[in-house]
């Protein structure tokens, strides 16, 4: 669609691609930039010729963090009515993964919302951080939440409290990050784990996705009663019918996403 403001989007294959698209501002995230980004995500969440979702930035950023000038004069009472960043969320809604595809800045709420997504492939030039307590701030949209789940709490605290940015091979060591490439191998690798999990079953890629992401909201023993409701009804799709015929018969599948 070219009737975007701050976001660029492209099918390639099965792989629907969101690129934040505002220069100016390393991409900072104003409201209508997250609202594009929701709009375009539940776009190819709905679209059935897409079955993967890669969300970029540009070289020089992926987002450098909400929008401090949008922000800056706000009062309490403004930012609570509205719920400020109540709609960031929207993303993790998304039933498709999303693989966010991270080179430059991923700062403040550039990193939380790149850790909103399914997984995280960064371009060696990658630097992530949550900077808020240099504005007088703290992280707004889960930087205190899903940080400590992706790297533990003394590197999180670290993080939030110093405000000091970690690069991507440090990102990938403390577990925030699947993968480093070069940066200018990005998106041909994002795009190559998107194809890959695009040739796969939809409705089972989607079963894989909620239950790894159960283990957030659950306890072990309740996360391994979900996953295991969702891997018998996996027995009722047409796919692991063939997925499993395949394999014995020594043939490649052919996933029909029912
Ligand atoms: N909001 C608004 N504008 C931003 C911005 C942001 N988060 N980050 C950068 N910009 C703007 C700059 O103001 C500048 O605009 P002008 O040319 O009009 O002055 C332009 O983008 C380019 O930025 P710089 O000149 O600063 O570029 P640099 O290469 O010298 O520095 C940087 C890059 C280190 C990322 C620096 O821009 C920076 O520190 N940005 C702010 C990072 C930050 O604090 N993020 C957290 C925001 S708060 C938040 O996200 C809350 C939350 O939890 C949701």
């Not at 698209?21 to 375009?40: F, M, Q, S, Y």
């Not at 060591?173 to 041909?188: F, W």
Request: with cysteine; proline share 3%.
């Amino acid at each position: 669609g070219s009737s975007w403001e701050y976001i660029k989007t492209e099918v390639n294959g099965k792989v629907g691609i969101i690129q934040l698209h505002r220069p100016k501002a390393l991409n900072a995230l104003c409201d209508g930039l997250i609202n594009e980004v929701n709009t375009a995500a539940q776009g190819f969440d709905k679209n059935d010729d897409i079955s993967a979702i890669i969300l970029t930035g540009s070289e020089k950023a992926f987002a450098a963090g909400a929008d401090i000038k949008e922000m800056a004069t706000r009062e309490f009472i403004d930012v609570y009515n509205s719920t400020m960043f109540a709609n960031w969320g929207d993303i993790t809604k998304v039933k498709k993964p999303v693989i966010a595809a991270v080179n430059g800045f991923a700062l403040g709420g550039g990193c939380e919302l790149a850790m909103m997504c399914d997984m995280i492939i960064a371009g060696d030039k990658a630097k992530f951080g949550q900077p808020e307590i240099k504005l007088g701030t703290i992280p707004g949209v889960g930087g205190t939440q899903r940080l400590i789940r992706a790297i533990g709490k003394s590197k999180a605290m670290h993080l939030v409290l110093t405000g000091d940015m970690i690069d991507a091979h440090q990102a990938e060591r403390d577990g925030l990050v699947a993968k480093v490439v070069p940066a200018d191998k990005l998106m041909e690798e994002a795009l190559a784990v998107a194809n890959k999990i695009a040739a796969y079953s939809r409705p089972i890629t989607r079963m894989a996705k909620e239950a790894v992401n159960a283990s957030y909201e659950m306890s072990l023993q309740e996360g391994l009663k979900y996953e295991g409701r969702l891997f018998y009804a996996s027995f009722a799709t047409a796919d692991q019918k063939e997925g499993m015929d395949a394999f014995v018969n020594k043939r490649a599948p052919t996933f029909t996403h029912k």
